[in-house]
């Protein structure tokens, strides 16, 4: 259904070898109360049979197919150039291992009409295993450290510390919703990360431009987290390694950047040491991503870059 006194929003999911991720998303999506909105989902490489049986259960959703891999930031760019030919006034990145609430949508435009210097919203998200434990309310960026993060992560929703809309440095990618207007003028994610902090570099780079990021904690959705790429993985410590540095270089204003530059050099070889002690592949793959960054080579991670049977940890949403 369609309300063209409401703005339109296009929702972009990402799909790797992730039907029934992608299904529960999507059933949740059907329940929304928003009235003009569409759905594109792109299938981002997958060699399963996603793309076919997304296609016959949901025959109302577009359905975009890359026959390779293009990360989260190519990926989603996919489907963003899809959403502005289509004259979508809002677009919504959202993984597609979340299920949302049916009016969350609702709430983060209304939040975005009330303020055109507002470019970029977020919901507050759970864990979807424990639906009333915070995953993400708000970001924070530290200058000194070159670090960024979740406010009330971990944290129970339960005594009103975050019920309040609020400006806050970055919005997660996991569900991002951004002025199609914004995308015209900022352009769109950054393909040399692929993926890991290239939601934080979007959202600096529109703060950049005179845009607020707003957290919207009305709107609510739950995060099956833990279920994409392993945890301290080659390929997360690879990506993670060199798009923080590459990130602090670009973000972190002066006088903070050579001392938080410094700071993540410094952690970053930390790491590796104590990593080459347990499993040099992890090592290898820290090492990689610092070097990468000194030389600059971006794009999605070489096959000699990760060593070991955990390059192949791919996640369902990327």
């Excluded at 989260?72 to 963003?80: A, E, H, P, S």
């Excluded at 392993?230 to 006088?255: D, K, V």
């Excluded at 002690?277 to 991670?301: C, H, Q």
Aim: hydrophobic content about 40%; some cysteine; proline content about 4%.
């Amino acid at each position: 259904m369609q309300d063209r006194f409401k703005p339109k929003v296009s929702i972009v999911l990402l799909n790797l070898n992730g039907y029934e991720d992608t299904r529960d998303c999507l059933v949740s999506l059907r329940r929304v109360q928003y009235a003009n909105f569409e759905v594109t989902v792109v299938d981002n490489g997958s060699d399963d049979d996603s793309f076919e049986r997304l296609q016959t259960e949901f025959p109302d959703i577009r359905l975009l197919g890359s026959k390779e891999n293009l990360g989260f930031t190519g990926g989603n760019n996919l489907g963003i150039e899809d959403a502005l030919c289509r004259d979508a006034a809002y677009v919504l990145l959202l993984n597609n291992d979340t299920v949302v609430d049916p009016d969350f949508l609702t709430h983060l435009v209304q939040v975005g009409e009330s303020d055109p210097r507002i470019g970029i919203l977020g919901p507050k998200i759970f864990y979807a295993s424990e639906p009333q434990r915070i995953w993400f309310a708000g970001g924070y960026v530290r200058y000194g450290t070159g670090a960024c993060g979740h406010l009330g992560h971990d944290q129970l929703d339960q005594d009103g510390k975050f019920s309040h809309i609020a400006d806050t440095p970055f919005i997660t990618g996991c569900a991002l919703l951004v002025k199609s207007a914004v995308l015209r003028e900022v352009g769109l994610l950054d393909l040399r990360l692929f993926v890991y902090w290239e939601d934080a570099d979007f959202c600096m780079r529109v703060r950049k431009a005179g845009y607020r990021c707003v957290f919207v904690p009305m709107a609510r959705v739950w995060h099956k987290i833990s279920q994409t790429c392993g945890l301290e993985s080659s390929f997360t410590l690879y990506l993670g390694t060199r798009n923080q540095l590459t990130w602090t270089a670009e973000h972190i204003p002066f006088p903070y950047k050579p001392g938080a530059l410094a700071f993540v050099f410094t952690k970053k070889l930390l790491k590796m040491s104590l990593l080459a002690f347990k499993n040099r592949d992890s090592a290898a793959a820290v090492w990689a991503g610092i070097w990468d960054f000194l030389v600059r080579a971006y794009g999605p991670p070489r096959k000699e870059r990760m060593p070991g049977r955990q390059a192949t940890s791919a996640s369902a949403n990327i």
